[in-house]
């Protein structure tokens, strides 16, 4: 199968036939790229998990293009949930519903819930308004790799298996949407993203019980919670300051590794580039909300360079927790 980069312009019929025919079409949101099938038709979702070489305990998120669709595909909206609906939608969030017979077990891998987002980004939404489908789309990417980001990253992972990506450009968020569910009048956070835990705590006014984190043999509430994630192909260190010197931290180990013959490069905010001399390095941006958007699209490049990427945990910003948990699991937990 050719696969083919279009413009929204350009691709917007194309997309709507190839969904309308159990087809998946690659398309930008403003976290990371989507690789999507009409929701509605298990076979074409069935492809899904097969073009990703996705577990099929893992379900995907359903995307709309406007609130009014969410009741079609769910039981209920309680008033707390109604309330994040207009406090956060459209935007880089997916609340996880009770759904209704509408959407089938395939897309929910058999649990009676169903992930909602509602895209913010121009592309997406005429993207989604123009099939007039609901669609379900995990992120663009194999299985177990980086999200793509930008189109050039989901071609690398999808050529050959789907025929069209829309290119939207780099995205702006650069991790995926925060995951949330409402339980007993509480909020529980089941993936960090840019909606951060005090974003939610202030604008909704609940408790917020972060589930991220999980503790050793609890069940994840988020099927994705317990894979491999994110990984480049090299090895990968994630470098935490704990009050000490950062710059000594990652030099050290850079030091380690050149006498070992390997070949390494660090990924680091703008500020320690500067300190940082004579050594092969990446800079991810001033602080963690930069350091998202740049590091999934970083750990691509760098792996293609190096054997092994030594990265900061970049501190500042609104995202140190949605960093902190990609970057962790694209180091497979190798954390100093
Ligand atoms: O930003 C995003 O969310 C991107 C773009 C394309 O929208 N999508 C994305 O999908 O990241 P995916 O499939 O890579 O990650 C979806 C996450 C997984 O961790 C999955 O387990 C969780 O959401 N999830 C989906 N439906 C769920 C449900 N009903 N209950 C709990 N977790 C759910
Ligand atoms: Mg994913």
New binding site residues.
């Given amino acids: 199968m050719e696969t083919k980069i279009k413009t929204i312009k350009n691709g917007l019929k194309d997309a709507k036939r190839i969904l309308y025919d159990g087809g998946l079409v690659a398309f930008p949101?403003e976290?990371?790229?989507?690789l999507g099938a009409n929701a509605l038709d298990d076979d074409a979702v069935k492809s899904i998990f097969i073009a990703k070489g996705r577990p099929q305990d893992?379900?995907?998120?359903v995307?709309l293009s406007s609130k009014k669709e969410i009741t079609k595909y769910v039981k209920s909206v309680n008033d707390l949930e109604k309330q994040i609906i207009n406090t956060f939608m459209p935007g880089?969030i997916?609340l996880?519903l009770e759904k209704n017979e509408s959407i089938s077990n395939v897309v929910?891998a058999g649990?009676n819930?169903?992930?909602i987002?509602i895209?913010e980004n121009k592309v997406a939404h005429k993207f989604l308004k123009k099939v007039k489908l609901p669609v379900a789309?995990?992120?663009a990417n194999t299985s177990k790799r980086p999200?793509p980001t930008n189109a050039l990253d989901v071609f690398e992972d999808m050529n050959g298996k789907i025929s069209l990506i829309i290119d939207g450009g780099s995205t702006d968020v650069g991790v995926?949407?925060t995951?949330i569910?409402v339980v007993d009048s509480k909020i529980l956070l089941?993936?960090p993203g840019k909606v951060n835990k005090q974003d939610l705590e202030e604008k909704i006014g609940c408790e917020v019980i972060d589930k991220t984190k999980l503790q050793k043999d609890e069940k994840p509430?988020?099927?994705?919670?317990k894979y491999t994630h994110y990984a480049p192909k090299c090895d990968m260190v994630l470098v935490i300051s704990n009050n000490g010197d950062i710059i000594k931290k990652l030099s050290n180990i850079y030091d380690d590794l050149i006498k070992k013959k390997r070949n390494p490069v660090i990924l680091c905010s703008n500020s320690s580039s500067k300190l940082l001399n004579d050594k092969n390095i990446i800079t991810l941006g001033n602080d963690s909300n930069e350091a998202c958007s740049n590091l999934f699209s970083t750990l691509r490049i760098a792996e293609k360079e190096y054997d092994y990427i030594i990265c900061e945990f970049v501190e500042g910003g609104t995202m140190e927790d949605a960093f902190y948990n990609r970057a962790s699991k694209s180091s497979g937990g190798n954390i100093l």
């Avoid at 976290?31 to 989507?34: D, E, S, W």
């Avoid at 893992?58 to 998120?61: A, D, E, G, R, S």
Wanted: glycine fraction near 8%; charged fraction near 15%.
């Fill in positions: 949101t976290t990371v790229y989507g893992n379900p995907l998120i995307h880089p997916t996880v929910t649990l819930t169903v992930g987002r895209p789309a995990p992120s999200s995926e949407s995951v569910r089941l993936r509430e988020s099927p994705g919670m």
